[in-house]
């Protein structure tokens, strides 16, 4: 397969174009975007329990590097590919440009399914990994942070291995780390939570009450899904629905949250729950809520799809849930889609101040903690509701565009080296 075959690479190179054209962006930036810096795929041989080799793919990509070392997470997926990896990659350029932040865009991943493995292989794996990928990630290069399939744990695996290899503790070289090895407080539920804030700012502009007569169906209940669904309930809204690859479970009056968190770490099922009824991934995103959350995988919202769907306001937890096509649909049917790069950009944002606080050695509180990133998200997304509404266009293009000016701007500065 070829770097750029995949649909979620061309759907971002697609919208670069479209944003390139409402900044008037010079053609020989757009033209670097659209390719990565650099990509590396790692044969990773590994011991299993029973004491066979397997042999997994791996692959590291550094999209860009101009604001400064690359970023982004660790897939550990069956569906992951060069292409995948890459246009996601390519996803977090954009993202920590329109968030401000001091960080290039980067991804990486295995072509694997975690939950057939035992923890012991899953370590090995993730230490082969790592030392594999390990001249080109460092604190000051790229760094990772967890994504589908990996979590804290996976992050402190990486992080002692790359520290065995250069003789020192070097907690830098990855973000959403236990608290314990130097992780910061509130990053596990981060993403969940700045999905909440853009979802509270977009009821403000929408005149949505934020209270219990917001109905949220939430897809996905890993780390962005169960944590937007908590939020969401602590703040008084009324989560009706929410599912994982197995299906889902609905409740019109509302799901008690936090015992369905208990649930399903006690269970490994969302299956089971008390005055739930079950339902499908399907029926799910189609059902009439006042907001949406799909905080599952990319592609999951289709053309097909998008005719179905009955609510108003998209919040996008995941990366690239919508096509292009479905995007398109929705949009012209008047149904507002808080995009990912700034939807699900609180996970990046408290990683750079788990950075931040690592590197100075000061950790701080996580009321502090949820106040920045309250202030760094919601700036963001006025910037980008500002952009929309002056340019009558899309929020997704609004927010490529609002990235891709600083980008621009910032690779002018630096040129071309060669000249
Ligand atoms: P996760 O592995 O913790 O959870 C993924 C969830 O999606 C699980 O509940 C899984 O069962 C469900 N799922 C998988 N396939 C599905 C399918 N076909 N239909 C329905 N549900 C399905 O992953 P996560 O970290 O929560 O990431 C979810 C999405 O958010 C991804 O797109 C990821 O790139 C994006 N994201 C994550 C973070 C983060 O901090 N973790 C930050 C930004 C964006």
């Known amino acids: 397969m070829d770097i750029t075959d995949g649909a979620l690479y061309q759907n971002s190179v697609k919208i670069l174009e479209d944003a390139g054209k409402i900044i008037n962006c010079d053609p020989n930036i757009l033209n670097r975007l659209k390719k990565p810096k650099r990509a590396l795929i790692v044969s990773v041989p590994v011991r299993m329990d029973d004491g066979s080799v397997k042999v997994y793919t791996g692959y590291r990509v550094q999209h860009s590097m101009t604001l400064g070392p690359g970023k982004g997470g660790i897939r550990y997926h069956m569906g992951v590919d060069l292409s995948e990896v890459a246009g996601l990659a390519m996803l977090m350029t954009f993202k ?48 990772p942070a967890p994504d589908v399939g990996t979590n804290p744990q996976t992050m402190a695996w990486l992080m002692d291995t790359y520290s065995q290899e250069v003789g020192f503790a070097v907690p830098g070289v990855v973000t959403g780390k236990p608290i314990e090895v130097g992780g910061s407080l509130g990053r596990e539920g981060a993403t969940g939570m700045g999905v909440v804030f853009c979802m509270e700012e977009a009821c403000k502009k929408l005149n949505y009450r934020f209270d ?26 009324r989560v009706i629905a929410v599912s994982d690859v197995d299906g ?62 009955k609510t108003k306001l998209i919040i996008e937890g995941a990366n690239g849930p919508c096509t292009a096509e479905a995007g398109a649909l929705l949009v012209s049917r008047g149904v507002k889609i808080i995009p990912d790069i700034l939807a699900n950009g609180g996970g990046v944002i408290v990683s750079y ?10 950790f701080w509180g996580e009321d ?13 997304f ?26 621009e701007k910032a690779m002018l500065l630096r040129g071309l080296y060669p000249q």
Not at 353 to 362: D, L, T
Request: charged letters at 20%; one cysteine or more.
């Open 368 to 380: 502090e903690v949820n106040a920045k990133l309250h202030t760094a998200i919601t700036s963001a």
């Open 212 to 237: 219990d007569t917001l109905t949220i169906a939430v897809q996905g209940f890993g780390n962005v899904g169960s944590h937007a669904a908590l939020y969401s309930h602590q703040r008084g809204a």
């Open 96 to 143: 920590n440009s329109l968030l401000n932040l001091p960080l290039g865009g980067a991804k990486g991943g295995i072509t694997v399914d975690p939950t057939v493995l035992s923890r012991a292989e899953l370590q090995r794996m993730t230490r082969r990994y790592t030392s594999e990928i390990s001249n080109i990630i460092g604190p000051d290069k790229d760094i």
């Open 382 to 407: 006025h910037k980008v509701w500002n952009f929309s509404e002056t340019h009558k266009i899309s929020m997704r293009l609004a927010a490529m565009s609002c990235s891709i000016q600083r980008l």
């Open 353 to 362: 101040f788990e950075w931040v606080q690592g590197v100075s050695s000061y």
């Open 248 to 309: 889902g479970i609905y409740n019109k009056n509302g799901l008690d949250i936090p015992k369905l968190i208990a649930h399903f770490k006690a269970k490994k099922t969302l299956d089971g729950f008390e005055n739930a009824e079950k339902i499908t991934n399907e029926e799910l995103l189609c059902l009439d809520v006042k907001a949406l959350i799909p905080a599952a995988l990319d592609g999951a919202i289709n053309a097909k799809l998008a005719e179905k769907i």
